[in-house]
T-cell receptor, first 115, second 115 residues
């Protein structure tokens, strides 16, 4: 069974630009969650999508947005990039209709560097 | 004060040692507790999941939860060089039952097991 696929793996962008990251979940999984990982703050929850609807949202500014398509693939977008947005962005896929004991599988992440 | 505190280490132990990793938390609403392992350049993978206070064992790994002290631990027996990774604790507050939840992570402890 294929795992969670995130593209691209690495990205370098300039301040003020925008960026779109992609996540393809495990087949049959309908929930995709996005996390930002930095050395200073650790892993922080961005948002979760389930059946094309945002179901849960963390405490990030509106520059961070996402969407989910009918095939459960998800994209997240960051507009007006700031240096502090440099991070590893991880997505996790899960069935989405089970309790917290159901494992969420993480992708390898997209390493975003803002210069 | 962050909701979840975890000593970042690094922690270096000889092969075969017993490793103890710990997290404290301040939010008494946390009900579900997990431990994730993250190898370099990989996404986190779920190691252990517990709901109630007490111990849970899986092979060389034991997870311990003390809700009265707001303290959780992960013990690794007979540690191996392949256990070298960053270990992250994660927690979930009250679960609504609809399948949606967000993980609150500690910053992770970097462990090196020396042959």
């Amino acid at each position: 069974k294929a795992g969670v696929t995130q593209t691209p793996r690495y990205l370098i962008k300039t301040r003020g630009q925008q960026v779109t990251l992609s996540c393809s979940p495990i087949s049959g999984h309908r929930s995709v969650s996005w996390y930002q990982q930095t050395p200073g703050q650790g892993l922080q929850f961005l948002f979760e999508y389930f059946s094309e609807t945002q179901r849960n949202k963390g405490n990030f500014p509106g520059r961070f947005s996402g969407r989910q398509f009918s095939n459960s693939r998800s994209e997240m977008n960051v507009s007006t990039l700031e240096l502090g947005d440099s991070a590893l962005y991880l997505c996790a896929s899960s069935l989405g209709d089970r309790g917290p004991g159901t494992e969420a599988f993480f992708g390898q992440g997209t390493r975003l560097t803002v210069v | 004060q962050k909701e979840v505190e975890q000593d970042p280490g690094p922690l270096s132990v000889p092969e075969g040692a017993i490793v103890s990793l710990n997290c404290t938390y301040s939010n008494s609403a946390f009900q579900y507790f997990m431990w994730y392992r993250q190898y370099s350049r990989k996404g986190p993978e779920l190691l252990m999941y517990t709901y109630s206070s007490g111990n849970k064992e899986d092979g060389r790994f034991t997870a311990q939860v003390d809700k009265s002290s707001k303290y959780i631990s992960l013990f690794i027996r007979d540690s191996q060089p392949s256990d070298s990774a960053t270990y992250l604790c994660a927690m979930i507050s009250a679960y609504s039952g609809a399948g949606s939840y967000q993980l609150t992570f500690g910053k992770g402890t970097k462990l090196s097991v020396i042959p």
